[in-house]
């Protein structure tokens, strides 16, 4: 069963590397890739959304950097070193790949970042979804058409980071919530303290 799943996410690797190159498409395709580079660019883009809010909430930049930080973790540091699946340029013959890609490839560490990151930032503002989501499969796809990863490792790297993106989505709404209701009782009893001075005072 794995031996043929192998073989079709080779077949599927070979169509989509193959397609057509040259400088100027590798060179879009490069800088797509790029944008899952440590997720830098989707940090970019929170700071945009809370730019363009008019009652800036700061909090948002704690899931951001929560689901940086987990697909890191889970990817980098987790799946891969139990996986240690090598790179498609390691072990097939006529690939297309452009620079030196390192480490291991199951699962896709850009694919997962851009993922999560997508899921958080559709949080912030819902007017942008498909845009992130449509830039992450972008990501997604570069990864395999510049011969860094198989298409499976793309696959599972979308599940990790949607999954990582809906647990901190998830948690950072318990934690507004939570935090919101703080707040609220902060300023109850700082109203009651104010009028309890007050009635002394006119005492």
Known sequence: MMQQLHLVDTAVFYVINHLPHGWFVDGIFGVISGLGDSGFIWFVF??????????????????LGIAGVLSWFFSEILVKQMVMRLRPSNVLENVFVVGFPNGYSFPSTHTTFTFALAVVLSLKDQKYK?????????????????????????????????????????WYLVYKENHGKKKERQKTNKKYRLSSGKKKIRR
């Not at 929170?46 to 899931?63: N, S």
């Open 46 to 63: 929170g700071i945009w959304l809370y730019l363009k809010e008019k009652r800036k909430d700061k909090t948002f930049f704690l899931p």
């Open 130 to 170: 498909k845009f992130f989501f449509c830039l992450a499969v972008l990501v997604g796809f570069s990864r395999v058409y510049l011969g860094y990863h198989y298409p499976g490792d793309v696959l599972a790297g979308t599940v990790l980071g949607l999954l990582i993106g809906w647990g901190t989505r998830k």
